[in-house]
């Protein structure tokens, strides 16, 4: 059974563009989606919305409000015959300013889906082996067509439909299409089963290559394959509940409780003040106080409009959307939502070594063959082994680059021997192709050899064996060129000790008939020790300062190898987490490891910095104990049996050029597959859960300051401190404004310096619960002090005078005296622009929180800049501009600038508390 022996073609650049016009590209149609202005008007509806065909209910509350404007809208027809056309501004403004609300928090919730669509089209990015021009070469799976030659490897997911050429020990997992899990496929007609849903000789989009290898002609690509038939199956959802969502929509449902109830005593606290103000002889349910009692009602919906905080979904899916979008940016492909905000929990991470820590850029350092001992490569038979050994017993391939170089396709170690063989006159496809291959163990981190059996081109029958050396030497009965046990050893620790990756090659002749691979195993033991190959893999250059941030950040970092212990120590010594007095308490061998019980591990797993020799199920094992001493627990992996460790991790972190079973495990796929890429995805974890706190701040901050002031308003006056479509704005301003503003600040560096969050804590923290019942507290206060103080003075005249007479009659205040008149609109206008220049300013405060750092630093706030001047732009201009709707009139430039300073005092009040903080936690330090 020869395997590539043949030379394939492939596709020119020619036929390639043919095909595609005439078969399409391999990307699948996405489902057609309902229309924006569908799912607009869908949350218009209400509960009306499930008697039109195909329309979901929309919000109840905003139906509600709808409602409430169209009976105003009616009071004021009826009256606009003695009152004039002015009546009708406030039904309007409320109807304007549920459009506006509805309509900003829609768009921006559906472009945030967008880019997560977007997002997840990167799939069709991923690479996939060909020959074209009958070169071996990578394209994006998008740019497949019809009669690509593919070459599948374990690991692979298959990029379109294909019908096998050929292929070795095929198996592929078809649960996607299916739901079979492993199924033998092959060219071959003799293996052909009648019974398959699928033909035996055809491979199919979305499946997974499980072991073996195949060369495929590909016969159908994009909606034309299987998995295109049944599109929707694969469809992604437009979005995932993460943990936190879920916490958050509880805390939502608390405060929207909350807000019944005191929506509930805002309309009692009306009719009380009603039945009190009472001098016609009246009663308060007669039907000219019908407008009286609409208003209230319309005042309770406002209020839990405003207090239901729509804003929160929004304000998630924008930080997360911003969040993998420029975690992309910093080659992190979020798969999984939730993987954003573990990751900002997580509190060990286990890497791998190679391509993780180091650069994945292999090249061969030093080779001692004793058998070539004083001969050259393209010498004799002795060298011819040599060849075959390393040309033969490989499944890597060559790229050659227009450049001269090469490129390694496949296996990287491999790759680097490949290219060795190059460099010393050997040409690997030659090699491959004098040889017939006749069976094959392909190399596995679980056994971590290889062995291939082929025809050699001296007509003999031998077996080829490659892999960690003190396994191919327990499999050696002599070594070529008469080097001895010791001495190869010697030569081992002297490669390891400089950090080299070891790979140990021998050989045996084989009698005609002899089998001497089983199915995971070589059984035979009369091998011949080849020789020893050193390949160097230097570190990555921003491992080590990514790694000191980590463990700043109170992450413990944990090392998990195939490679020896040696070479682990060396290259964790180079990183920083290996210090020179470290013991054998914090290394250990995989076969070690697996010999420890539980209990034993449990006691000794924080110790421990170095798993060497390890197989992917102490991986997960690893992964597992950890999560069971309380840990939050990332884990990296590329190949196909590192699935079980990713999947049981907390965030599972696959690598850029790992297999896609390995890809599909995982919450994370490092793009370049460097640790430090990790570290920034800790960075982005932590900020994120960071912004969100923000928002929370700022919008729970509001929700109690409007909702004391209009509660506590119903009760102390007349006149409603703030009116129905000033609380619309107030609502507009949290909701979407803040929701972008805070959502998207920058990450500071500021929290890779605290210990990680506990995973399952509530995200109100003492501190913000602190800040908002004592600021909201205050904003309600002051606020309600200005409405008393313009009811209880004939007229307005300064502010000086405002506030002293205010002063003096506040003893009023309980003892039942009535106000002595109604608000004017110009006084409306200042207590509604006192009340969102509070809100203004402590935007800003939010913005600052738990940063370490001033308010009005605004480094890398351009969006927040930005947002903040429409939040002042607009008040200005509906307090100019708006007075019929908001029920104000323009506010004098005087009068502006008192208010502004007035309530900078936010700011001022905030910065000293920040600074005492700060001087409170240096103290602490020392
Ligand atoms: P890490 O787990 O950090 O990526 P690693 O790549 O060294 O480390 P493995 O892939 O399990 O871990 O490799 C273990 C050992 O197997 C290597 O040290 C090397 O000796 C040997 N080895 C690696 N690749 C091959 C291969 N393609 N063929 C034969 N032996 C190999």
Request: aromatic residues 10%; proline residues 3%; charged residues 20%.
């Amino acid at each position: 059974m020869a395997r590539y022996n043949k030379k394939y073609r492939g596709l020119t650049d020619e036929e390639v563009l043919k095909s595609r016009e005439r078969n399409g590209s391999n990307v699948l149609t996405p489902i057609e989606r309902d229309s924006n202005w569908k799912l607009f008007f869908e949350r218009l509806t209400g509960p009306l919305g499930h008697f039109i065909p195909g329309w979901n209910n929309g919000d109840a509350l905003i139906f509600i409000l709808e409602i409430a404007a169209i009976l105003s809208l009616i009071v004021a027809y009826l009256e606009s015959g003695a009152k004039g056309f002015s009546v009708f501004f406030e039904p309007i403004g409320i109807i304007i300013a549920v459009f506006l609300a509805t309509g900003v928090s829609f768009y921006f919730e559906r472009r945030a889906n967008k880019e997560f669509m977007l997002l997840n089209k990167v799939d069709d990015e991923e690479k996939v082996l060909v020959i074209r021009k009958g070169r071996y070469t990578k394209i994006a799976k998008k740019d497949l067509v019809v009669g690509d030659i593919i070459i599948l490897t374990p690991g692979d997911e298959v990029p379109a439909d294909a019908e096998i050429l050929e292929s070795t020990n095929l198996n592929i997992d078809e649960s996607t299409l299916t739901g079979e899990p492993s199924c033998r496929k092959s060219a071959k007609e003799n293996d052909f089963d009648p019974e398959a849903t699928f033909p035996t000789n055809h491979v199919l989009r979305g499946t997974k290559v499980l072991e073996g290898h195949a060369v495929c002609n590909v016969f159908a690509v994009g909606d034309h394959t299987e998995s295109g038939k049944v599109m929707e199956a694969v469809q992604l959802e437009d979005s995932v509940k993460t943990p936190l969502n879920e916490q958050l929509d509880r805390l939502g449902k608390y405060i929207a409780y909350a807000s019944y109830v005191v929506a509930f005593l805002v309309i009692f606290g009306r009719v009380a003040m009603l039945i009190k103000n009472l001098d016609d002889g009246s009663s308060w349910y007669d039907f000219e106080h019908i407008d009286y009692h609409i208003q209230s009602v319309m005042l309770a919906v406002a209020i839990i409009v405003m207090a239901v905080p729509e804003g929160l979904p929004m304000a998630i899916s924008i930080s997360l959307a911003y969040s993998m979008q420029r975690m992309l940016k910093e080659k992190n492909l979020v798969r999984k939502m939730h993987a954003c905000e573990t990751m900002g929990a997580t509190t060990v991470i286990c890497t791998d070594k190679t391509g993780t820590l180091t650069e994945n850029n292999m090249q061969v350092y030093e080779t001692r063959f004793y058998a070539l001992e004083g001969q050259r490569l393209s010498d004799d038979a002795m060298s011819l082994i040599v060849r075959e050994s390393i040309g033969a017993n490989s499944t890597a391939h060559l790229e050659l680059l227009p450049n001269g170089t090469f490129q390694p396709l496949g296996n990287p170690t491999e790759g680097a021997l490949l290219i060795w063989l190059a460099q010393n006159g050997a040409d690997y496809l030659q090699i491959r192709s004098d040889v017939e291959i006749l069976q094959e163990l392909p190399f596995s981190t679980e056994w971590k050899y290889m062995a291939t059996v082929v025809r050699s081109s001296n007509g003999k029958r031998m077996l080829y064996v490659k892999g960690a050396p003190e396994i191919v030497l327990r499999m050696c009965a002599d070594c070529a060129g008469g080097a001895t046990e010791d001495e190869v050893r010697r030569q081992l620790h002297d490669f390891q000790n400089q950090a080299m990756r070891t790979i140990a090659f021998a050989c045996q002749e084989l009698d005609e008939g002899e089998n001497v691979i089983s199915k995971h195993a070589v059984t035979a033991g009369r091998l011949t020790f080849l020789g020893i190959v050193a390949i160097a893999d230097p570190v990555r250059k921003d491992v080590p300062a990514a790694v000191k941030e980590c463990l700043d950040a109170h992450i413990a970092i944990k090392v998990i190898t195939g490679d020896t212990a040696c070479t682990a120590k060396k290259i964790a010594h180079q990183i920083g987490i290996w210090a020179d007095d470290e013991d054998e308490r914090h290394i250990i061998t995989g076969p070690e490891f697996e010999a420890l019980s539980d209990e034993e591990l449990l006691e000794h797993i924080e110790d421990i910095k170095i798993v060497a020799r390890a197989r992917p199920l102490d991986k997960q094992r690893l992964v597992e104990i950890l999560q069971k001493k309380g840990h939050v627990v990332a884990v990296t992996g590329d190949g196909t049996n590192d699935a079980p460790a990713l999947k049981q991790a907390h965030v599972g972190i696959s690598m850029g050029d790992g297999t896609s079973v390995a890809k599909e495990a995982s919450d994370i796929t490092i793009i370049d597959n460097s640790f430090s890429s990790i570290c920034k995805a800790v960075l982005w974890g932590r900020s994120l859960y960071r912004n969100i706190q923000r928002f929370l701040l700022f919008q729970l901050t509001i929700n109690v300051a409007a909702c004391l002031t209009v509660l506590l308003g119903s009760f102390i006056g007349t006149d409603m401190p703030l009116t129905i479509t000033q609380i619309l704005w107030i609502n507009l301003i949290m909701d979407t404004f803040a929701a972008m503003a805070l959502t998207s600040l920058p990450p500071s560096r500021e929290v890779m310096t605290e210990k990680p969050r506990q995973r399952n804590a509530f995200i109100i923290s003492r501190p913000m619960r602190e800040s908002i019942a004592v600021t909201g507290f205050i904003f309600a206060i002051i606020t309600l002090f200005f409405t008393f103080s313009f009811e209880h003075i004939p007229f307005y005249k300064s502010w000086p005078d405002l506030i002293a007479k205010g002063l003096s009659e506040i003893k009023y205040l309980f003892s039942g005296a009535l106000s002595t008149r109604h608000i004017e609109q110009y006084e409306h206008g200042l207590i509604f622009t006192i009340f969102v220049m509070f809100q203004f300013w402590n935007l800003f405060n939010a913005k600052a929180f738990m940063t370490g750092k001033s308010a009005i630093n605004m480094k890398g706030c351009k969006t927040f800049l930005f947002i903040a001047a429409i939040i002042l732009i607009g008040q200005i201009l509906i307090v100019t501009f708006g007075n019929g709707f908001f029920e104000v009139k323009p506010i004098c430039l005087w009068d502006w600038g008192i208010i502004i300073l007035l309530t900078l005092i936010v700011v001022f009040g905030g910065e000293i508390f920040r600074l005492y903080r700060l001087f409170r936690k240096r103290r602490k330090n020392k």
